[in-house]
């Protein structure tokens, strides 16, 4: 017999919570019959009526109840002829309007009679009374409503709005520093040209530069390509630009055609390194684009930006016409180069300038390329492969993987690229979190794989000199197994970097006592450490030096900030150096060598002109790597 749950039955049937009324809601529960009146003058035209998030733009006439016109919107009757825009649920309006305009055709003209309470006479009206008007009278409103359409809100206060009149295509929109073409057109409300740009060439800006208007540059900013729009701006936005001077009317209308844009842009946010697209590719930025860690095939042109210009590398010619191929996230080509390539989709073309230090001063330098050059690349994304998916692989292929992953990481610690080391060991564990072993030989080989990757992330940080995190990181092993010997010396390593003396030799005690073959280890780590604490109480000493000695009165000058950074940085340089020197055997049987040379110079063959083979010294001190 089936048992029926009487709460989840209660919650089925409960009716959704109603949304709290909106101000505008609440302001017309206040209209009672006979305080708003409505007479048609006009007829309109069409069968829909404006709603909210609708854009109104309609001429107003307020007279007495005898005739006498008190305010208006018209030239003919003393107003600049400059119509009202208000956005239907967003714009602050006299009530009686709220409530009247949406029952109006486009083009309909209609007299309300509205008791004071419905326009300024409302109490908490939202909306000032002009100076002398008489608010407290029953007054005729004379309305025409010009026009009605969906509105695209750019700015909060109301003062930009946009209007589609064609949809576009795509769903990328221009922004800093993108390069813009567009048909543009700007008129008064009133209608008059102010000027336009919608023969021979689209006007080109570049966004950001404050070449065109910043209302209307707010507005483009919200467009596709191929759109069509009207955008309107009124005069707090209408700032200085190329396109067109300053004028003194309160709103203009922008009629823009987005031609096209290109993609520019800043890699680093500093205006070093810049990718400028110069042929779209195939897809959707940026979900097509190789993001993740991928097989890339690419050709480029490499050149060195000098008086002379001059081309250093080119695929198409130095390389018998074949791509470069290559991985990312290995470290195989300049950094600039690869950050460039990642935002690529496939098909697209790309002009990169990079500077120095993304590109040959802290990689391998080709021979004809001066140190401290400035780079561009012409860049062509001919296709990507994803890494292997590991669903549906057995245990064996899955470890394999994760071991080609590892060793990939290895080399690059070893080329003292931690950050990029550490992403290779933090991949393997991300994709661990979704592997389940069989069996109990499964399960030991998962979990030493495990243990050793944690450690190799936490000798990353070690090497980046983010001693806590190692710390947090080596705990992920020892909190399984508080017994495990690398966790202990990795962990008592970190601990020292940190100024943590005391955790530190209790870590290095724990590796005797657990395993009596690493005493060697652990002794040399422990004559170490009081050689550190020695010299942190002599800096300490000398800190305080002659404190005490003055007469009273005397202050002593001790300079506490330099010397707390100096005993800072040395803890940190002989943590690192005692990592490098400690000849830790306790890690010696899991490390594994760089990739072969002969691997490497394959594709720095293939990178650099002329075949150039350099192995410049990296300045690497030796390092235990699981």
């Known amino acids: 017999m089936a048992i029926v749950n009487e709460e989840n039955v209660q919650q089925e049937f409960n009716p959704p919570k109603k949304k709290p009324p909106t101000e505008d809601e609440k302001r017309k529960k206040k209209i009672v019959a006979g305080s708003l009146m409505k007479a048609l003058i006009r007829p309109g035209g069409g069968d829909s009526h404006p709603s909210d998030a609708d854009q109104v733009i309609y001429h107003s006439t307020i007279r007495t109840l005898d005739g006498v016109v008190v305010e208006s919107t018209r030239s003919d009757h003393g107003g600049k002829g400059t119509p009202i825009r208000h956005v239907l649920g967003k ?40 100076d002398g008007f008489p608010k407290d009278d029953e007054l005729h409103f004379e309305i025409e409503l ?42 008064t409300v009133t209608g008059k040209l102010i000027m336009s740009h919608t023969e021979g060439e689209p006007y080109f800006f570049t966004f950001g530069k404050s070449e065109v208007p910043k209302g209307l540059e707010m507005g483009i900013g919200t467009m596709v390509r191929e759109e069509k729009a009207v955008i ?59 993001l993740h860690d991928s097989l890339l095939h690419v050709h480029y042109k490499g050149t060195v930006l000098n008086e002379e210009n001059r081309v250093f590398y080119d695929t198409r010619v130095d390389n018998d016409g074949q791509p470069l191929d290559f991985c990312s996230g290995e470290g195989l080509v300049p950094e600039g180069f690869e950050l460039c390539v990642r935002l690529m989709l496939p098909g697209e073309m790309a002009l990169v300038t990079c500077p120095p230090d993304y590109a040959y001063d802290k990689f391998p330098r080709p021979s004809n390329v001066p140190e401290g050059a400035h780079i561009q690349w012409e860049i062509e994304l001919l296709s990507f492969e994803m890494p292997k998916d590991w669903t549906g692989m057995d245990f064996k292929s899955i470890m394999n993987e994760a071991e080609n992953i590892r060793n990939t990481g290895n080399r690059l610690f070893k080329e003292g690229k931690y950050e990029l080391a550490k992403a290779k060991y933090e991949k393997v564990l991300r994709e661990f979190n979704h592997v389940n072993p069989q069996d109990d030989e499964e399960g030991k080989i998962f979990s030493d794989t495990r243990n050793l990757l944690h450690l190799n992330v936490a000798a990353c940080y070690l090497k980046l000199g983010e001693c806590r995190k190692s710390i947090e990181t080596c705990n992920k092993v020892l909190e399984a197994n508080p017994a495990h010997v690398k966790g202990l010396y990795r962990r008592g390593m970190a601990y020292m970097g940190n100024g943590d003396f005391e955790e530190a030799r209790a870590d290095f005690k724990m590796m005797i006592k657990v395993d009596k073959s690493t005493e060697s280890d652990a002794t040399a780590a422990l004559l ?9 109480e002599k800096k300490a000493r000398k800190q305080f030096k002659g404190l005490f000695d003055k007469k009273p009165g005397e202050i002593a000058e001790v300079k506490a900030n330099d010397d707390e950074n100096q005993v800072t940085s040395e803890i940190q340089k002989d943590g690192e150096v005692h990592e ?25 063959a293939h990178f650099w002109p002329n075949g150039s083979r350099i192995f410049s010294s990296l300045g690497l001190h030796r390092c235990t790597i699981l």
């Open 232 to 290: 309107y701006v009124t005069s707090q936005y209408l700032t200085e630009s190329p396109l067109m001077p300053v004028i003194e009317d309160s709103e203009v209308q922008f009629e823009v055609e987005l031609v096209h844009f290109v993609q520019v842009r800043d890699v680093l946010g500093d205006g070093r390194l810049i990718k400028r697209r110069i042929r779209d590719g195939k897809g959707d930025f940026p979900m097509d684009c190789p």
């Open 528 to 536: 170490k450490l009081k050689q550190k604490e020695q010299e942190v």
């Open 580 to 604: 490098q020197d400690s000849s830790d055997g306790t890690n010696s049987e899991d490390s594994h060598e760089a990739a072969p040379d002969a691997d490497q110079r394959g594709w720095f």
């Open 91 to 130: 714009s602050k309006m006299l009530l009686g309007l709220l409530e009247g305009i949406p029952t109006m055709f486009k083009g309909e003209v209609a007299m309300f009679k509205m008791k004071p309470q419905l326009h300024y006479g409302e109490d908490d009206c939202p909306v000032s009374a002009p």
């Open 146 to 187: 010009i026009e009605f359409f969906k509105a695209k809100v750019i700015t909060d206060d109301l003062e930009v709005v946009k209007k589609v009149v064609r949809e576009g295509e795509g769903w990328e929109s221009p922004r800093e520093p993108y390069e813009v073409k567009a048909w543009i057109s700007a008129k």
